[in-house]
Structures are given as C-alpha cells and as structure tokens.
C-alpha cells in the first residue's frame, strides 16, 4: 500500500514557505515574493512519487497582530494545523528566533508526535543554523533529532531528505488527487494569484498589502485556443490608483505584460489579459471582502 498524508507547512513570514513548497513539488504553486506575509490563502501543492502522495498545504506566516487581515491568515494557518496528518515547520536560519517563534512552537508543541521540522535559508552568508537546532531542541525537547533538517528550500538542498521522513511518517492510504494534478487551485485563482505577484515585486515599497487582484471574466475563444480574461488590480484609496498605472500607463503595462507572460508558459492557451486598476475603499477590514478572499 502506498502513502498518502496532508501536510501542512508552517512558520513565520519569510521563512521561505511558499518557495519551499514550489520545491518540493517540482511546480509553480504559490507566488513568491521578497514582501512578507505575501501568501493569504492555504494553497496545496501535490506530489506524486512512488512512495504516494503527499499534499502540501502552504499556509500564511503566522504573525503577532492584532489587525484583522493579519488574525484571518492567522486563522487560516491554525486551520490547516489542526486538519494536517503531519506538521511540517520551517524555521529561517538567517533571522534570530524571536517572540513569533516562540509563540509557533508553543502552538506546535501538542503535536510534536506529528511534527517535522526544516532550518531554511542555511545558504546564506549569515544563516546559523546551529541557532536554530538549539532554540527547537528548547522549546520541543520531544523532536527528535532524525525529524529536524538544515535545508535551502532555493537551492534544494537537504529536501529530499526531508522528503524520505515525511514519506516515512505518513500513513498508508489512496491518492487524495490524481497522479498528474500538482495543484487543485482554480482557473480565475491562480491568474489572480500571478498577477498579484507580478504587482508586488514592482509595487512592494509601496502598497503591497493594500492590494489584491480579481479575475471578472475569462472565456476561451478562437476554437478554444486562447484563453482572452479581464482582471483588476483592486487598491484602498484613490490616490493609489496613480501608482499601480504608472506614467503614461507603464506600470500597469509591465505588470500585465509579466503576468501574461508567466500565465502562457503555464496553461495550454495563449493569454490574453486586459488589465485594469479600482478602488475597494478600507477592504482589509471588510469582513466580506475577507472571506471572500482568503477563505476560498
């Protein structure tokens, strides 16, 4: 019998999560980008090898916040903890474990029994992961040491040994997905997603978490060859608008023309995306707009 187990990837914003999942997966499942706390939802990344599946669930980085955008990724993060057949938390060699760290590890600490855990980033001219080693053997004295990993989620090293425990500890079971999926995320989600990424990595000393993006039309056309959407880059204020479009429209150009381009090297279609910029006045602390966001 094969192995199949959820699991769920958890840690501090930065810790280099969403890149770590990309890894393992051998795909592009979440957007990645230099600004912190840029995953919202809880997005699965599949892996088929022949030891089974293992289902990846990328969560947001779990930071102290009292915001209410902040304490919905929180939520979404503790969600995924508590439904996961195994743990799997990612700690940054390159940044000394602080008051959120402590905080993570006390909530991980009932499910040591279920717990893996990967030193990040240990590449890095000033990564330490002997740090690391000495703040998880204090604060979970019950993990092991064949459960805890120097890694580079960038650079792949250590992954797969990381991936030979995990496939270890999971259970025996049927596929949750067929053997070709390596994400279950919808069509309008992920163009929405990339386009977010693209605007973040040119916007992100300005307004990154004052944005997201929304697909309001796709349909095929010409026989089904292309894929023709219309998308929305969506800010607080009016005044932000003027950033995202840039002089003379440059900036909403090159963000459209990144985000297309990254969209026709992963569907069948060639892209078509009109893109355009409105307003969401204070949507961060629209409930709705939360919701509707991050719990999908």
Not at 136 to 141: D, G, H, M, S
Not at 211 to 222: G, I, K
Request: neutral net charge.
């Amino acid at each position: 019998m094969k192995k199949a187990a959820f699991v769920a990837v958890l840690g501090r914003p930065s810790a280099g999560k969403s890149t770590l999942v990309n890894t393992l997966c051998k795909a592009k499942v979440a957007i990645v980008s230099p600004v912190p706390q840029t995953t919202r939802n809880a997005i699965r990344g599949i892996l088929n090898r022949e030891e089974g599946q293992l289902v990846f669930v990328d969560t947001p980085g779990q930071h102290l916040s009292e915001r209410k955008l902040n304490r919905k990724l929180s939520d979404t993060a503790s969600r995924a903890m508590a439904e996961a057949d195994l743990l799997l938390y990612l700690l940054d060699a390159s940044r000394a474990p602080g008051a959120e760290e402590q905080n993570i590890a006390e909530k991980l600490a009932p499910f040591t029994d279920r717990l893996v855990a990967a030193i990040n980033k240990t590449d890095l001219p000033d990564a330490s992961p002997a740090a690391g080693a000495a703040f998880l053997a204090r604060v979970l004295p019950g993990l092991g040491e064949d459960r805890r990993f120097n890694i580079s989620a960038l650079k792949h090293d250590g992954t797969e040994a990381l991936l030979s425990r995990l496939f270890e500890m999971a259970g025996e079971g049927e596929p949750f997905y067929p053997e070709d999926y390596y994400t279950d995320q919808d069509l309008n989600f992920r163009i929405a997603e990339i386009i977010r990424e693209k605007a973040i990595h040119r916007l992100r000393q300005e307004l990154p978490h004052a944005l997201y993006a929304e697909v309001a039309d796709a349909e095929l056309r010409n026989d089904g060859k292309n894929l023709w959407v219309r998308a929305f880059i969506i800010t607080e204020r009016e005044s932000q608008k003027g950033m995202i479009v840039g002089k003379g429209g440059a900036m909403i150009k090159a963000i459209r023309e990144a985000a297309q381009k990254e969209l026709n090297e992963i569907f069948d279609w060639k892209v078509e995306l009109d893109l355009r910029v409105k307003t969401s006045p204070d949507w961060r602390h629209n409930d709705a707009t939360l919701r509707r966001l991050i719990d999908r």
